[in-house]
């Protein structure tokens, strides 16, 4: 009787315990089978995002140099003194200038952040792309009337809307991204729950276009707070992490979600990767470098009526004349070269690029941004008077001054910490190329402060110096290596004038120690 009862239970749950396994196994072929057809599909029909990358930050690059346009292109009136057409460009449009750069530079930054997310693009989100690219291009006429007319609130309204509205296409990036995780980087996609990704990467999105939209309603009754909570957009980033660590101090450290802590690509407070940084710095020297020539074209092609009437009909006579601008072209093109030559050798010898490093090299490039206004300003705009003169090369003094101190400002916050996680060794403390890069760093801001001093006391002679300046750098700059190698034996002299000979079986220490290292 037992025995039928334990045959009969034992023949009633075979079929149960066989059931399920064989669904479990079907169900887990069938989706094995779809993500395999998803991700075959996702092949063909998508692409990498480095093309993508790549032409967006040359456009970038583009739209935050030549908002300097404005700028250089003043027109100046011969029988008002230099001083007060200085004022209007240093104290309002510089100002906007250098503001409007720098909140470009935080487009640029938010849109390398997003593509570090999706990896992958198709034909739906390059497209996307082109149409914030789009707004992006009209950011420099937007400058331009705030520029012109800084108390006038359409320029502010529609620089505010274009930012919105770009905001807006990002965030239906992310949408559209989310809704197909192949586009999406390994990390996130290994993830189950990607919503907690997308809430926070909109949540650091939208925090410009809400800013814009809270400066565009202030201009209709204080543009001034429009223009000031624009400026906030820049140090957003830092300004979210002093709230974070005032808060940590006065709270005590919150823990955070681990899947928040593994998630750190699009964080506004880390840096960015060295190798999009050196690409959107080559192409604002590039384009600095070409708006140089974009005067000579207009201003330096004689008209037909007058090589007849003042030259005899002679093209080489009336060339002749151009020939100070043809050389301070040369010499223009050679200071912006130089400055790139500079960051070239600062970028190779860095590792790792810090969030202090990337926020001191935008700065030094918002100054090589306005390098077409230091040509014009000595070069081309009229200098009826001597101070006038002087004024003018002081300025673009200042101009070479910022762009050559703020790369070796970028040099020393790399050295923080003795260099160990953001430079190559040959250059950190005691290497043996550590006293040849400071003194390539230093050889701009050192040259463009003695020639500031010299106009002070040499007034009749500043367009002398400066040119002087422009020709003299590249020549120290090519000597440099051997004047400071000249300088190390000296001092190897001085300090150290008789080494002991190694006896048998004794390596010469003294012999593998690095030059510069006895002058550090």
């Not at 050679?334 to 490093?357: D, E, I, K, N, P």
């Not at 918002?366 to 009826?384: C, D, I, K, S, Y």
């Not at 950190?428 to 402060?449: D, W």
């Amino acid at each position: 009787m037992g025995r039928h009862e334990d045959d009969d239970h034992a023949a009633e749950e075979e079929p149960v315990e066989e059931r399920p396994a064989s669904a479990v196994s079907t169900e887990s072929l069938l989706a094995a089978s779809v993500d395999v057809e998803e991700e075959e599909g996702a092949d063909w029909a998508t692409q990498s995002s480095h093309r993508l990358l790549a032409y967006s930050d040359a456009l970038l690059s583009i739209i935050a140099t030549v908002m300097i346009l404005p700028v250089a292109h003043t027109k100046m009136e011969v029988d008002k003194e230099l001083d007060e057409n200085l004022q209007l460009l240093l104290g309002t449009k510089m100002a906007v200038y250098l503001m409007t750069f720098l909140i470009v530079t935080v487009a640029w930054a938010a849109h390398i952040r997003l593509f570090q997310v999706i990896v992958r693009i198709d034909d739906t989100l390059a497209l996307l792309n082109l149409a914030c690219m789009m707004l992006i291009t009209l950011l420099p006429y937007t400058f331009s009337l705030m520029a012109t007319f800084p108390t006038h609130i359409l320029g502010i309204l529609l620089f505010c809307g274009c930012v919105m509205v770009i905001g807006g296409i990002q965030s239906v990036i992310v949408l559209y991204a989310f809704g197909r995780p192949f586009l999406l980087q390994d990390q996130i996609r290994a993830c189950e729950d990607h919503s907690v990704y997308k809430r926070h990467i909109l949540k650091v999105l939208l925090r410009v276009p809400l800013i814009c939209l809270l400066a565009g309603l202030c201009s209709f009754f204080c543009y001034q707070l429009s223009y000031v909570l624009l400026a906030l957009v820049i140090f957003l980033p830092y300004i979210s992490r002093g709230v974070l660590w005032f808060r940590d101090k006065l709270l005590g450290p919150v823990e955070e979600d681990p899947e928040q802590v593994m998630f750190y690509s699009f964080l506004p407070s880390e840096p960015l990767s060295k190798e999009r940084v050196e690409a959107f710095s080559d192409g604002v020297y590039a384009i600095v470098a070409t708006l140089l020539i974009l005067d000579i074209c207009e201003d330096n092609v004689p008209e037909p009526a007058s090589l007849q009437q003042r030259f005899n009909n002679s093209l080489v006579a009336a060339l002749r004349s151009y020939g100070p601008e043809y050389l301070a072209y040369l010499g223009s093109f050679a200071t912006v070269g130089l400055l790139w030559f500079a960051h070239h050798s600062l970028f190779l010898q860095v590792s790792r690029a810090t969030r202090v490093m990337g926020l001191l090299n935008t700065l030094s490039l918002a100054f090589v941004g306005g390098l077409p206004l230091a040509f014009r300003l000595t070069h081309e705009l009229p200098r009826a008077a001597l101070r006038d003169e002087r004024r003018a090369v002081q300025a673009s003094c200042v101009l070479v001054f910022g762009a050559g101190v703020f790369q070796l400002a970028t040099w020393v916050a790399a050295l923080q910490g003795g260099g160990r996680r953001t430079l190559r060794p040959a250059v950190r403390y005691g290497g043996p190329e550590h006293i040849f890069m400071l003194a390539k760093l230093a050889l701009y801001p050192a040259v463009a402060l003695a020639a500031f001093l010299l106009t002070c006391v040499l007034s009749r002679f500043s367009v002398t110096i400066f040119h002087l300046m422009e020709i003299a750098t590249p020549l120290a700059f090519l000597l440099l290596r051997l004047m400071v190698r000249v300088a190390g034996a000296l001092l190897r002299r001085l300090f150290c004038p008789q080494r002991r000979q190694p006896e048998n079986g004794e390596e010469n220490i003294t012999s593998r120690v690095p030059s510069n290292a006895l002058l550090t």
